[in-house]
Nanobody, 115 residues
Framework: QVQLVESGGGLVQTGGSLRLSCAVSGTIFSINPVVWYRHAPGKQRELVATAVSGGTTHYADSVKGRFTVSRDYAKNTVYLQMNSLKPEDTAVYYC?????????WGQGTQVTVSS
């Protein structure tokens, strides 16, 4: 059974940093991309960063240069290091693994950036 568990959210001041983790159980981690999304109240869900198997990463323009996504294959975990946080980064952050015709989601973790 595939499970994704996020952690690491919290309240931080503008300019601060947080590191989110997404632990992925099951065998899909090593071959599938892991994607971070965020969803803020009143806004559409936004794709934040993607970590493709093999090391390639992609970022939304809004977070380029501030966020870094990385994978630890030994721990089946993906991290999202978020630096220079802004109030507009406030959202619930979700990790997602697309696998074939299925999409696996974590429960989400709240990130709040105070001004």
């Amino acid at each position: 059974q595939v499970q994704l568990v996020e952690s690491g959210g919290g309240l931080v001041q503008t300019g601060g940093s947080l590191r989110l983790s997404c632990a992925v159980s099951g065998t899909i981690f090593s071959i599938n991309p892991v994607v971070w999304y965020r969803h803020a109240p009143g806004k559409q869900r936004e794709l934040v960063a993607t970590a493709v198997s093999g090391g390639t990463t992609h970022y939304a323009d809004s977070v380029k240069g501030r966020f870094t996504v990385s994978r630890d294959y030994a721990k089946n975990t993906v991290y999202l290091q978020m630096n220079s946080l802004k109030p507009e980064d406030t959202a619930v952050y979700y990790c997602n693994v697309p696998s074939g015709n299925r999409n696996y989601w974590g429960q989400g973790t709240q990130v709040t950036v105070s001004s």
